[in-house]
């Protein structure tokens, strides 16, 4: 039985959804819905890109897919997702873009108005941790001396051409009264965009209330940062979720699945090897002698993805079959086209997330497919210190975290 049959059943119990969350890649739906997990929440991201059935989680969160299609796609897909999620009631709608910028976002944030009924989208991608800021209209990457810097009002002009206004740092500081008044006129001239300053969480706290105290009108758009002040206003007090038991004895060892390019990555991957606790491929390819025993002398394999066509499609679905049959301490997915691609060729229909071992490596379970009831770290490229996936490790294998 599959887990939406058992969900069907009656095995699992459906809960109403009262959180939404529309993400564009498969990792920044993770990040997002890791966010609601310090009130307790366990989200559930339903990988096939599609409004469940009956939903098991109070956050639902769905990935498009659509960060590298063309416009014209993309805008059909989340409208159409956006228009699943008004049918369903949900009360407070969250459309996650990328931190960096990156994708169709425009003509994604216009789709999900047309989709959701709203009137303004209220757009903040700061997310302070992760070094982005936003500051009169630009988001700024890294530390302030050196930061890249991206005019996001001309970024979103250029993109869809829609009514847009900005609203400064020192309007968000006033207070949530003043920021939930400067957001309604903005509605009433006729703006379909307010892009909102934000440097640090008391502005991202403000913003997030203002967004769901006008949930009915407005929508929320930012990276994960935003995310995690939309529960604030929930009766439920600050807490970790837990990791459930495992099912079964798992081995001591990792599969890291890469597909990343970022130079952050890689200088985690060299991190990462440094302790020699981890294996590469000899060649492009484990080979069964090698893999077997790299496996057996229990180190962390390190799978390359670097989208060669059917041979590395019949690789990876390959590697997958051994990975099920060993079952290792847990998989980490970094990048969300690996991500992606390693849930389709392993049949997961959903991770349900259970916590975040720091802020950008949300922690959860592979839920449906032969990889079921996994644990799996994932992570966007660009995030995480230079230890991210040594953390993630040692999370996965129940060890204290490296010395710093």
């Not at 758009?221 to 979720?241: C, E, K, N, R």
């Not at 491929?281 to 394999?301: C, K, M, N, V, Y």
């Not at 390190?302 to 060993?326: D, K, Y």
């Not at 849930?343 to 490596?361: K, Y």
Request: charged share 20%; with cysteine.
């Amino acid at each position: 039985m599959s887990f939406t049959e058992a969900d069907r059943h009656g095995i699992r119990p459906r809960i109403p959804p009262r959180w939404g969350v529309i993400a564009d890649d498969l990792t920044g739906a993770c990040d997002c819905g890791a966010a609601f997990c310090q009130r307790g929440f366990q989200p559930a991201v339903y990988c096939r890109g599609a409004f469940p059935d009956g939903p098991t989680s109070e956050v639902v969160v769905v990935p498009t897919h659509s960060r590298s299609l063309s416009p014209d796609v993309a805008f059909q897909r989340v409208r159409q997702t956006a228009h699943q999620f008004a049918e369903r009631q949900v009360e407070v709608v969250y459309k996650k873009i990328d931190s960096t910028l990156q994708g169709n976002l425009g003509v994604e944030i216009e789709a999900a108005l047309q989709g959701l009924n709203r009137s303004l989208a209220v757009v903040a991608p700061a997310f302070p941790e992760m070094g982005r800021r936003l500051i009169r209209g630009e988001l700024r990457l890294g530390q302030q001396r050196e930061s890249t810097r991206i005019h996001l009002p001309t970024l979103l002009a250029s993109d869809s051409q829609p009514a847009i206004e900005t609203i400064d740092f020192q309007q968000v500081a006033e207070g949530l009264p003043t920021l939930i008044g400067a957001l309604r006129a903005a509605a009433q001239r006729g703006s379909r965009i307010a892009v909102v300053d934000a440097v640090d969480h008391s502005d991202l706290a403000a913003i997030g209330r203002a967004c769901v105290k006008l949930a009915d009108t407005v929508l929320g758009v930012g990276s994960a940062g935003l995310a995690y002040h939309l529960s604030d206003d929930t009766d439920s007090p600050v807490a970790d979720s837990t990791d459930p038991p495992p099912t079964a004895p798992r081995a001591e060892n990792v599969v890291l699945f890469i597909g990343s390019t970022n130079p952050v990555t890689d200088r985690q991957l060299q991190q990462l090897t440094a302790d020699g606790e981890t294996a590469f491929p000899p060649a492009d390819f484990w080979s069964p002698t090698e893999l077997q025993r790299a496996l057996a002398a229990g180190q962390h394999l390190v799978v390359p993805v670097r989208w060669r066509g059917t041979q590395e499609q019949a690789h990876l679905a390959w590697i997958l079959e051994r990975v099920a049959n060993w079952k290792p301490a847990g998989v980490v997915l970094s990048g969300g086209d690996t991500a992606q691609r390693i849930c389709e060729l392993a049949s997961v229909e959903q991770i349900q997330i259970t916590r975040e071992v720091t802020r950008g490596l949300p922690r959860g379970l592979l839920r449906g497919g032969f990889l079921a009831e996994t644990p799996v770290v994932t992570k966007a490229g660009g995030f995480g210190d230079h230890r991210a996936l040594q953390t993630a490790c040692r999370d996965l294998c129940q060890r204290r975290p490296a010395p710093q």
